[in-house]
């Protein structure tokens, strides 16, 4: 969840956000009649989310393998690479020998 909460999520939900503007524009006499029951709107979440998800990992993959590494997850257990950590609001702080 740290690797989500650090760069991730916020990406994830304005993309989502963007989808569901996309749609609402394009369906507005469906939202205008309230014809979408709530098993229609959880359907679109999913679709919402799948969307967002691809967008994120295709458009930011860079972004995913980089916090992975900050926050601690993909590096070498031998502590070779711990140079590598870096901890939110202490930039100063070395992690390390």
């Known amino acids: 969840m740290q690797v989500l909460d650090v760069s991730i999520n916020k990406l994830v939900k304005k993309f989502i956000k963007e989808e569901e503007q996309i749609y609402y524009n394009n369906n507005l006499d ?51 690479k711990d140079h590598e950590l870096k901890i939110k609001d202490l930039p100063s702080i070395a992690v390390g020998d």
Request: avoid cysteine; charge should be positive; glycine fraction near 6%.
């Open 30 to 80: 469906t939202f205008a009649a309230k014809t979408v029951n709530i098993g229609q709107r959880r359907i679109l979440m999913t679709w919402w989310v799948a969307t967002a998800w691809k967008r994120v990992h295709d458009e930011y993959q860079d972004l995913i393998v980089k916090t992975f590494k900050h926050v601690g997850l993909s590096l070498n257990p031998n502590g070779s």
